[in-house]
């Protein structure tokens, strides 16, 4: 334990994609850096796994696009299927990559920019003097090391036992939670070949998913994004549900092989349900609910804010300073966030599906709103909202 480090400028602990990203540019920044992470890598990591715009954008800034595209399933389409059975095919700038590929990418390339890796550790507590931060308490192995730090980040995940330690969770409730599992079915790699994501009656809630993965594997998956929904723990019930009801899935498990265990995972959605800092300290990722409501989709929002909250950093100043331009930074975002947890009632309300994908295979238009949803460059509500589902009906 004493070959261990004992101080840096800053410790980040979770190596995801917020983590990563924030790591990789304090590197390149010049900083000392310190990774911490509860495992091994490469790991596995409960998600969906789909890269849509947003992510690209990250990756593409981060300097890894072109390695993780070499890796990962490109896609050109979200497929929308509504309970009645219409689909759309909404195009975008899309792919899939597990996250043990994707992760070990993102760290490693922290890793070239300069950044260390500890050996794993589990964050314990912050260190603390006269009511600041300056480093954290870690498990590793059987021993508690003790590391000073000018400032930490924490970039750890849904999971709020981190947060709660460092005094920053005011939600232990998550905001959805889902479960996935991956299918090798290399006879379904050309009927499936888009983004599905299947809204039901007996998925009231949220809805169900298939994303192509490389290797004719498939991640295959169910979840609620409402954290009110008394269901919600009954993840099982609702993937066997989406399984009957949805022909592909039905059929991609009949013929395909399960590889490794279906894994359940709790959502922090739109930015709610956490304080972002303290004296000496910042929180990102999905951690502070990085994640959208509506879709569930959050890497390339984590790797975002994990990048806002190294561009705060390393603009220098005092505390005040900088936490105030890191919390402005996520301010910023905050409203489109906001439009996306308004959208949220679709889930709730999957006959209204039918009408945006009856609507939306009729317009040119309406169909170039959705792709504008899906890169960010349309507001959701003009579509998904109560008044923009009335204004389909005379569009």
Same mark, same amino acid.
């Given at each position: 334990?004493?070959?261990?480090?004992?101080?840096?400028?800053?410790?980040?602990?979770?190596?995801?994609?917020?983590?990563?990203?924030?790591?990789?540019?304090?590197?390149?920044?010049?900083?000392?850096?310190?990774?911490?992470?509860?495992?091994?890598?490469?790991?596995?990591?409960?998600?969906?796994?789909?890269?849509?715009?947003?992510?690209?954008?990250?990756?593409?800034?981060?300097?890894?696009?072109?390695?993780?595209?070499?890796?990962?399933?490109?896609?050109? @389409?979200?497929?929308?299927?509504?309970?009645?059975?219409?689909?759309?095919?909404?195009?975008?700038?899309?792919?899939?990559?597990?996250?043990?590929?994707?992760?070990?990418?993102?760290?490693?390339?922290?890793?070239?920019? %300069?950044? +260390?890796?500890?050996?794993?550790?589990?964050?314990?507590?912050?260190?603390?003097?006269?009511?600041?931060?300056?480093?954290?308490?870690?498990?590793?192995?059987?021993?508690? @090391?003790?590391?000073?730090? /000018?400032?930490?980040?924490?970039?750890?995940?849904?999971?709020?036992?981190?947060?709660?330690?460092?005094?920053?969770?005011?939600? /232990?409730?998550?905001?959805?939670?889902?479960?996935?599992?991956?299918?090798?079915?290399?006879?379904?790699?050309?009927? $499936?070949?888009?983004?599905?994501?299947?809204?039901?009656?007996?998925?009231?809630?949220?809805? %169900?998913? $298939?994303?192509?993965?490389?290797?004719?594997?498939?991640? $295959?998956?169910?979840?609620?994004?409402?954290?009110?929904?008394?269901?919600?723990?009954?993840?099982?019930?609702?993937?066997?549900?989406?399984?009957?009801?949805?022909?592909?899935?039905?059929?991609?498990?009949?013929?395909?092989?399960?590889?490794?265990?279906?894994?359940?995972?709790?959502?922090?959605?739109?930015?709610?349900?956490?304080?972002?800092?303290?004296?000496?300290?910042?929180?990102?990722?999905?951690? $502070?609910?990085? +994640?959208?409501?509506?879709?569930?989709?959050?890497?390339?929002?984590?790797?975002? +804010?994990?990048?806002?909250?190294?561009?705060?950093?390393?603009? %220098?100043?005092?505390?005040?300073?900088?936490?105030? /331009?890191?919390?402005?930074?996520?301010?910023?975002?905050?409203? /489109?966030?906001?439009?996306?947890?308004?959208?949220?009632?679709?889930?709730?309300?999957?006959?209204?599906?039918?009408?945006?994908?009856?609507?939306?295979?009729?317009?040119?238009?309406?169909?170039?709103?959705?792709?504008?949803?899906?890169?960010?460059?349309?507001?959701?509500?003009?579509?998904?909202?109560?008044?923009?589902?009335?204004?389909?009906?005379?569009?």
């Amino acid at each position: 334990m004493s070959a261990l480090p004992t101080s840096c400028d800053v410790l980040i602990v979770g190596a995801g994609p917020a983590g990563s990203a924030c790591a990789q540019q304090l590197a390149r920044g010049g900083w000392q850096v310190l990774v911490a992470d509860q495992h091994a890598f490469p790991r596995d990591k409960t998600c969906g796994d789909g890269l849509i715009p947003d992510a690209h954008a990250a990756l593409r800034r981060l300097g890894v696009l072109d390695e993780v595209m070499r890796l990962a399933q490109p896609v050109h @389409h979200v497929s929308c299927f509504a309970p009645r059975g219409g689909r759309i095919d909404v195009p975008g700038s899309l792919a899939v990559l597990p996250r043990r590929e994707l992760d070990h990418v993102l760290l490693r390339a922290a890793q070239a920019a %300069g950044a +260390t890796l500890l050996p794993p550790a589990r964050f314990e507590a912050p260190l603390e003097e006269a009511g600041r931060v300056v480093g954290a308490r870690l498990k590793i192995g059987d021993q508690v @090391h003790t590391l000073r730090a /000018r400032w930490v980040v924490l970039a750890t995940g849904a999971a709020p036992q981190a947060m709660l330690a460092a005094g920053l969770c005011e939600r /232990r409730v998550p905001t959805g939670v889902a479960l996935r599992g991956y299918i090798k079915n290399d006879a379904m790699r050309e009927r $499936i070949n888009t983004l599905q994501i299947v809204w039901h009656k007996r998925l009231a809630g949220g809805y %169900g998913w $298939i994303f192509p993965a490389p290797g004719g594997l498939f991640n $295959i998956g169910a979840g609620y994004t409402g954290q009110s929904d008394a269901r919600a723990q009954n993840l099982r019930a609702l993937l066997s549900a989406f399984c009957e009801l949805h022909a592909d899935a039905r059929d991609l498990v009949a013929t395909g092989q399960w590889v490794g265990e279906l894994k359940g995972a709790p959502l922090r959605c739109s930015l709610d349900g956490a304080r972002w800092s303290r004296p000496g300290l910042l929180a990102t990722g999905e951690a $502070i609910g990085s +994640t959208y409501a509506f879709t569930g989709e959050g890497i390339g929002k984590a790797m975002e +804010t994990g990048l806002l909250a190294a561009d705060a950093l390393l603009a %220098g100043g005092d505390d005040a300073t900088l936490r105030t /331009r890191y919390e402005s930074a996520l301010k910023q975002l905050k409203p /489109r966030f906001d439009l996306y947890a308004k959208a949220e009632h679709v889930n709730r309300h999957p006959w209204l599906t039918d009408l945006v994908v009856w609507r939306a295979s009729k317009s040119p238009r309406i169909l170039r709103r959705m792709s504008g949803v899906l890169d960010e460059t349309q507001n959701p509500g003009r579509i998904l909202s109560w008044s923009g589902i009335g204004k389909l009906l005379f569009e």
